[in-house]
Structures are given as C-alpha cells and as structure tokens.
C-alpha cells in the first residue's frame, strides 16, 4: 500500500531562516510527487509537482523540491522564508491509482 | 475561470440526522475527487468519479457513506446517521483528466461539525 510520512509535524522558523520539510514515501513503482499548501483560512494550492522528469523542481514562490528515487524522498526547500510563508504544507503522492496519497502535514510558522 | 466550488461551507448538525455536501468541479474536467481532512489525520481519500461512474470508492469510511454525479458534473457525498467521528472539512477536487500528469484542483471545502 502506498503511503506518505512527513516526519516534521510543526517548524519554526524566523525570517530569512532556510526551510527544509521532509517527505517519504513508500511505493516501488513510477510516482507522481506533490507539495500542495494551505494558507490560514485559504484552500489547498498545488505549490510543485513532480511527473518523471527533472528531479529537481521548482514551484512557486521560490520553493523547490527533489526528487531523490533511491531514498523514495522528495524534500521541500526554500533558501530563505518569509513571513508569508506560514501556511501547513502537505505530501502527495500518486502511484498506480489516480488517488493522492497525502502525509498528515507540516505546519510552519515564520516569525519576523 | 472558476474553481472549483463547495456548499456549504459550513454545516453544523446533530447526531444521527443526514447531511449532503455538494461540489461543483471546474467546468470540463472530466475527474472528481472527495478527500476528508480531519484533525490529526490528514487528508484521506474517500471517492473518486471518471464521469458519472466511481471507479475507486474504496476510502469510504462505512456504508453510510455514499456519493454520486450527474451529468459528469456536479457531485453530492451524503452522509446518513451522522457521527461525531464524521466531524472535519470534507474536500472535493476536480482535474481535467484521471491519471498521470494531470493535477487536481482542490476547493474550499465544507466543514462538518457533528453535535
């Protein structure tokens, strides 16, 4: 069975930090990878996605993960976070059912 | 465009009555997904539709739980009997198509509350 493990449950970070979420994931075969994140009070955005490509990708506001197949990783980073960054942030991942597999999230706040 | 769109977003309601959430996906996508996101848990896969027809209903909690589509549109997940363990933001997704490479679009979601 597939399944996702994020092993931060809450970071706090100050700004300017650097940020580096964990996510694992256990499926053998071809996966598709997912940071999706939840703002306060907003709903959940995709913020990158990964589709057997490049492993390392980029998203939006200057996140990236990568994909890293013999660790079945794909760690979330962003070299400098800002306040606006507070927000809980989930892993998905999609094997060989069109469901997506979340782990139970990370919530980050950022202090200025 | 439009998101995809959830009513309502909040329900409160007493045990053991029926509720029906309702979820208008992002017009054309063809993939409809429901996810419940409860406190401690994350989010869970309940039901997923390709069309009017449910290919994977294997995340419903028990059998009072059911949903449906029509017109390969919108979609109601009905829940009878409610429970107090039925409480948390259940959230509807849509994508163009099922499978790889598509991305799904998650809604606002409603939030259930079991009295």
């Known amino acids: 069975a597939q399944s996702v493990s994020q092993h931060n449950h809450h970071v706090i970070l100050s700004e300017a930090a650097s940020l580096e979420l964990g996510c694992n994931y256990s499926?053998?075969?071809?996966?598709?990878l997912f940071w999706y994140v939840q703002y306060p009070g907003q709903h959940l955005q995709l913020l990158l996605k990964?589709?057997?490509?490049?492993?390392l990708v980029k998203g939006i506001k200057g996140f990236e993960a990568e994909f890293i197949k013999s660790k079945f990783s794909f760690n979330l980073r962003k070299p400098s976070v800002q306040w606006s960054d507070t927000a809980e942030y989930f892993c998905?991942?999609?094997?060989?059912?069109?469901?997506?597999?979340f782990g139970t999230g990370t919530r980050l706040q950022v202090f200025p | 465009g439009a998101g995809v769109s959830q009513s309502p977003s909040n329900k409160v309601t007493e045990k053991g009555k029926d509720v029906e959430l309702r979820c208008d996906p992002i017009?054309?996508?063809?993939?409809l997904y429901w996810y419940r996101q409860s406190l401690g848990q994350g989010l869970e896969f309940l039901i997923y539709?390709?069309?009017?027809?449910?290919?994977?209903k294997s995340g419903l909690p028990s059998d009072r739980f059911s949903a449906e589509r029509t017109g390969g549109s919108v979609s109601t997940l009905t829940i009878q009997r409610t429970q107090q363990e039925d409480s948390a933001v259940y959230l509807c997704?849509?994508?163009?198509?099922?499978?790889?490479?598509?991305?799904?679009?998650f809604g606002p979601g409603t939030r259930l509350t079991v009295t």
């Open positions: 017009s054309g996508h063809t993939a």
């Open positions: 997704a849509s994508s163009l198509s099922p499978g790889n490479n598509y991305e799904q679009y």
């Open positions: 990964y589709f057997s490509e490049d492993p």
């Open positions: 539709f390709q069309g009017n027809s449910a290919p994977d």
């Open positions: 499926y053998g075969g071809t996966v598709n």
């Open positions: 998905a991942v999609r094997g060989n059912t069109d469901k997506l597999i």
